[in-house]
């Protein structure tokens, strides 16, 4: 038998809500920011960050891609500049315990928040510590790619509009030359594909809705796709979509999470799981995980 248990935690989802909400008040789209040539991802693992974190260092205004600790920063020789001010990610994981008389597995969620600093703030790490910058990708390319190596994918025929048909299982989308550039194009057709990956035969993230015991699945829904279409384009080195009426755009989301602060790190781990099945990669987050940290947490 498998219990679960409620560990005393800082307010984690409330810290990152609170600071996608002040890009928006600021009038910034966090996933609709253009991408950096280059992703986010740590100094020392080289790992790229991924779902909430990808999003949240989205905002940084520095130009090199790593980030570090100050451990780490410490260990490699360097120092953080007087005056900096770290960036907030986010860790979460199950950690199980196994009781020696009994055998029963108690499952302890585990979710906080570790500050880390860009390269641009740090002085005196050796520069042969510091990653070389492979070359850039074609973009266009890098999204044929994609789509062609999507797993069981959906169809995709000519339209008038975009959409997706889930009874259909099917993709509509303009012909690309309708769009005015192929990042427009691949931008929209990623929106769609990762409303596709919500198929029962695919992701069944319906599923995932009434576990996280989720009200307004459809708008819900909406920003899994905004923020899986982002993740996509920045894997591909593309611009997001432009949002038309930002105003509007930007005033409703500000509404939901403020009443919902559990719902961006949902969102984004649901999107980043969407968007790793698209291009075939079994991902690093722990998605079960984040599903279930609305329960335990009492989010």
């Known amino acids: ?117 860009n390269l641009e703030q740090c002085s005196g790490i050796p520069a042969d510590k510091i990653p070389q910058l492979g070359n850039d990708i074609n973009p266009v390319e890098a999204c044929e790619a994609v789509f ?21 299982d099917e993709i509509g989308l303009p012909a690309r030359e309708w769009f005015d550039s192929p990042e427009e194009y691949y931008s929209t057709l990623w929106h769609e594909a990762v409303h596709s990956t919500g198929h029962q035969k695919r992701l069944d993230r319906n599923n995932s809705y009434d576990k996280a015991k989720f009200r307004e699945a459809y708008s819900n829904e909406e920003l899994i796709a905004e923020l899986g279409s982002s ?17 509007a755009y930007i005033d409703y989301w500000l509404k939901r999470l403020q009443g919902d602060k559990k719902l961006i790190i949902f969102a984004a781990s649901a999107a980043q799981k969407a968007a790793n099945y698209i291009m075939n990669e079994p991902g690093e987050i722990n998605y079960n995980a984040c599903t279930w940290l609305g329960d335990y947490y009492n989010l």
């Open 231 to 247: 993740f996509l384009c920045a894997y591909a080195g593309i611009a997001p979509m432009t949002i038309q009426n930002q105003a």
């Open 1 to 117: 038998m498998t219990t679960r248990t409620k560990p005393f935690k800082p307010d984690v989802p409330a810290i990152v809500t609170e600071q996608i909400i002040s890009a928006l008040e600021t009038g910034v789209i966090p996933w609709q920011k253009p991408w950096k040539s280059h992703l986010p991802c740590n100094l020392i693992s080289k790992r790229q960050y991924h779902g909430i974190n990808l999003l949240i260092l989205s905002l940084s205004e520095f130009a090199s891609p790593f980030y570090a600790t100050f451990n780490q920063i410490t260990e490699l020789g360097g120092n953080v500049k007087p005056g900096s001010k770290a960036s907030r990610v986010v860790y979460w994981r199950l950690l199980e315990h196994i009781n020696s008389q009994n055998g029963e597995i108690t499952e302890v969620p585990l979710m906080r928040y570790y500050c880390v600093f």
């Open 148 to 168: 062609a190596n999507m797993p069981n994918k959906p169809g995709l025929i000519n339209a008038r509009a975009a959409y997706y048909d889930r009874k259909e």
